[in-house]
């Protein structure tokens, strides 16, 4: 009986990791979880399932920005000198204050990296005709305590940077929903 006992358990353990590992294998990183996706190229990777507290702290203004352009080389930049990080920034603020909903101070901060990169597309390392369609892409890193949680890449369209403020709503609703 004790032998029967121990095999079901083992049975059972080794048939939730093969589930675990399928499961994963499976998780296409370009899926839509949002309507907001569903309009534009997005790819996303979370890191851990366990970001309750770091979505408290962005929910209490409790995070620290940090922000860069990677304008385009080879083609005249659209952004150089019409968009800087100080606006991308203001952009940013402005959303992650619309999602403020807890007074609350914490000691620590939820660290959000970010770039803009403007799409060179005079850039010969270009591969398909596709990567022409847009203007350039936000990739934002969501950190805490220097461990990277969650990752998001969204393309823009729209060269005049219009479009900007839609797409990061979408990655703090991205990252808010998980």
């Not at 675990?20 to 907001?36: F, H, T, V």
């Not at 190229?41 to 970001?51: A, P, S, V």
């Not at 979505?55 to 930049?77: A, C, G, P, R």
Request: proline share 1%.
């Amino acid at each position: 009986m004790r032998i029967k006992l121990y095999l079901l358990f083992i049975i059972a353990f080794i048939s939730f990791l093969v589930y675990g590992i399928i499961n994963q294998k499976n998780y296409d990183p370009k899926a839509k979880r949002l309507a907001c996706q569903n309009s534009i190229t997005t790819f996303e990777k979370i890191y851990t399932k366990d970001l309750d507290f770091a979505k408290k702290l962005l929910v209490s203004s409790s995070y620290e920005i940090k922000s860069d352009i990677k304008y385009s080389n080879n083609m005249q930049s659209n952004l150089l000198g019409n968009f800087s990080t100080k606006q991308s920034d203001k952009i940013l603020y402005e959303i992650l204050n619309s999602f403020k909903s807890l007074d609350k101070k914490y000691d620590e901060k939820l660290t959000i990296s970010y770039y803009i990169y403007e799409n060179d597309k005079k850039d010969e390392g270009k591969k398909n005709k596709d990567a022409f369609s847009y203007a350039g892409y936000l990739v934002f890193e969501f950190k805490f305590r220097e461990e990277l949680l969650y990752k998001i890449q969204i393309d823009y369209l729209n060269t005049d940077t219009s479009d900007i403020k839609s797409r990061m709503k979408c990655v703090i609703e991205s990252f808010l929903t998980i």
